[in-house]
């Protein structure tokens, strides 16, 4: 077969003239064949002589160059671009242009060859798929492109230009590739560490992974880095490598904690390289627990704030200015102690006898050191109200006077009241020239200004002697139906307490229907039923006198008449229209003059005065009697005036009986025995002016 032999270490001389080659041809096995030259075999000592000085000519003045970049940096799963320069006097066509990678191991692995027939990228690669080779003739530039580049591509890259009459060269450049970690973390330990521990203790890890190349970590505290290896401080750091091939970072540190660790801050910084530089980013801040012994204990009042008065519930605090979860905490007061839970103890509802000095004592289990610590607490008081006197006789016209004290730790302020209203300040209540109006119950009301809610209130009772007052009401002159009840109530004032009798005019006594003492007087109530006008007498009398008031009450009766009345003329029957109206009156007798026509006359519902309350029925069948008589007698003297031919003041007859009378001719007038004017009604119930006689 026909091999083509390529030695990359050595340089190629140009082709000899054409008089001075020979031609090498392959048979079918790969075996060359010799074909002789027109060449003499006389001139070879001279062609050979030729050559020589040819090719010691060209190696003084052909040469390849090649320049690369040290190294490109690229990020992963980005895109990197390797330039390769080079230079060459010959054309593109004359040129071989190879790329290679070197192995982890060092061997060399082709990866892109080409020349002025063929472009070529290797198969079977982990770059097959991945690159891209682009060459500039014009400036003697030649581009390796590498997509999504991965851990695994960081590697040497090599550019090899052979040129037909200037050799071959190469160049070599580093691909870095860098990964951004994931942001890092920080854990403390959740339990405390004492101070006096002999060995460092762990304070917390920090890590950070996915990271290329290897990230690093430094610890810090308050600001400071932290160094590592003696024997306060230990930092224990560990890689893992990820199938991915990045790295992850974990380091542990351990430190002897001083009670000035309480407060510090720890924190971890992450530094990285990515393209071009150097990155940092630090970890959240954490704190940790300090055991450190008490070098004092301090006691107080929580609540309340400011005074403590009897009733309030005292909070007492008992603190060590160290830290220990072993110390026992104990309030002394007196001989009582208190066990204290939490720092905290609650006396509650106190009282004057727990004022005094309190003792909080700390013992720590650990080293058992004992320390202690005392306030003063003083509880106020106020005592209850004392009125003197508590209950009061006074005359009408006297003077009274009581006083009213609480003892208290503090200054007092003391008000009186009556029903809810301020009568007076001061400790002595007086009022001069008492009436009625005096008695009743007062409050005394004790407070201490400087400590809200704390007060104290008695109560005194004032009674006034006198003759009885009776209260008159509103309305003493009453009006009521016929046969309803009517109720009396009268409210009498008087000390003592007054007796009252219920009478009438002719002086019968009426039975009380309940009488009750209440304090502001004596209240009785009388029911009667009314039958016709009435008076009725409240007396009240006592030892000092008596009173009376009368109540009057007028009967009312309310009537309603209806009637028809038939005159017989001719056998015709005439009645009152419906629309004609008839009031009867309380006047003995009645005269009516009325001007009749075929019509039915009916007597009109009478109507009630104003304060009419009830209806009695018997009253009402006897009214409508009356006036069926009286309408009788009205119908009999009409039928007599008609005979006559007098009616209405005129003279002659007038026939009753015509059919077209009109309905507005109907005429009613109504008289009376009083000088009144007549009133001439139509059968409409209108008005007419009465004609002169």
């Not at 000085?53 to 052909?62: D, N, Q, R, V």
Request: with cysteine; aromatic share 8%; proline share 4%.
């Amino acid at each position: 077969m026909c091999v083509r032999f390529q030695d990359h270490s050595m340089l190629h001389p140009p082709p000899p003239p054409a008089s001075l080659t020979r031609t090498f041809t392959c048979t079918s096995d790969g075996t060359p064949q010799h074909r002789s030259t027109s060449m003499d075999a006389r001139h070879s000592a001279c062609l050979l002589a030729g050559l020589v000085f040819l090719l010691h000519g060209f190696t003084a003045w052909a040469v390849v160059e090649v320049s690369m970049e040290d190294r490109v940096e690229v990020l992963k799963g980005e895109t990197a671009q390797i330039t390769c320069m080079f230079t060459s006097d010959d054309g593109f066509g004359a040129l071989t242009i190879q790329w290679f990678y070197v192995s982890k191991t060092g061997e060399k692995h082709s990866i892109y060859y080409q020349d002025a027939t063929t472009q070529m990228v290797e198969r079977s690669t982990s770059f097959t798929d991945r690159i891209m080779v682009n060459v500039t003739v014009a400036t003697r530039e030649v581009v390796l492109t590498i997509t999504d580049v991965q851990i695994k591509d960081q590697l040497e890259f090599i550019c090899l230009v052979k040129s037909l009459t200037d050799g071959v060269s190469e160049g070599r450049t580093k691909l870095l590739v860098f990964e951004r970690p994931d942001s890092p973390t920080i854990e403390g330990v959740q339990t405390g560490i004492y101070v006096y521990e002999t060995t460092p203790s762990k304070i917390g890890s920090c890590e950070v992974k996915n990271g290329f190349p290897k990230p690093n970590i430094t610890w810090y505290r308050n600001n400071a880095p932290i160094q590592g290896d003696s024997d306060e401080v230990k930092i224990m750091p560990s890689t893992t490598i990820e199938s991915s091939g990045l790295f992850s970072v974990r380091s542990e540190l351990s430190l002897k904690v001083m009670k000035e660790d309480k407060d510090a801050q720890f924190y971890c910084k992450v530094t990285y390289l990515v393209p071009g530089g150097t990155r940092m980013t630090e970890t959240n801040r954490i704190n940790i627990t300090v055991y450190y012994p008490s070098t004092a204990v301090n006691v107080w009042v929580e609540s309340p704030k400011g005074k403590i008065k009897e009733g309030d519930s005292i909070m007492f605090h008992c603190y060590g200015n160290g830290n220990t979860p072993s110390s026992v905490y104990i309030i002394k007061h007196g001989e009582k102690e208190y066990a204290v839970e939490s720092n905290t103890l609650i006396l509650e509802n106190v009282t004057r006898l727990q004022n005094g000095y309190y003792e909080c004592n700390s013992m720590d289990m650990e080293t058992y050191e004992e320390l202690s610590g005392n306030t003063t607490v003083f509880v106020h008081y106020l005592e209850p109200a004392v009125v003197l006197p508590t209950n009061i006789e006074i005359a009408q016209g006297e003077e009274l006077t009581a006083t009213c004290n609480a003892l208290s730790s503090l200054q007092t302020h003391t008000a009186w009241f009556k029903n809810g209203r301020l009568v007076s300040f001061g400790h002595t209540l007086i009022v001069k020239d008492v009436t009625f109006d005096t008695a009743g119950a007062y409050t005394c009301v004790v407070t201490v200004p400087e400590i809200d809610g704390m007060e104290e209130m008695e109560t005194l009772r004032v009674t006034v002697k006198g003759a009885p007052q009776i209260m008159k009401p509103e309305h003493t002159d009453l009006e009521e139906s016929v046969a309803n009840t009517v109720e009396l109530t009268c409210h009498v004032r008087g000390f003592p307490s007054p007796q009252i009798i219920w009478t009438t005019a002719d002086g019968k006594i009426l039975e009380t229907t309940s009488q009750n003492e209440m304090e502001d007087g004596v209240h009785s109530m009388v029911s009667m039923e009314v039958t016709s006008d009435l008076t009725a007498f409240c007396n009240a009398s006592n030892e000092y006198g008596a009173d009376a008031l009368a109540f009057n009450i007028k009967a009312i009766v309310y009537t309603t008449a209806a009637a028809t009345t038939t005159s017989t003329s001719t056998n015709r029957t005439s009645t009152l229209s419906s629309s004609t109206v008839v009031r009867i009156t309380a006047a003995a007798t009645t005269t009516s003059t009325s001007t009749l026509s075929s019509s039915t006359v009916q007597a009109a519902t009478a109507i009630p005065p104003k304060k009419i309350r009830k209806e009695s029925n018997g009253v009402i069948i006897a009214v409508i009697i009356i006036c069926i008589l009286l309408l009788a007698i009205l119908g009999s003297v009409l039928y007599f005036l008609y005979k006559k031919g007098k009616i209405c003041g005129r003279s002659g007859k007038q026939d009753l009986t015509k059919e077209k009378s009109s309905k507005d001719n109907i005429v009613v007038e109504m008289k009376s025995d009083n000088t009144e004017d007549a009133v001439l009604l139509g059968v409409n119930g209108e008005k007419l002016l009465r004609s002169p006689q």
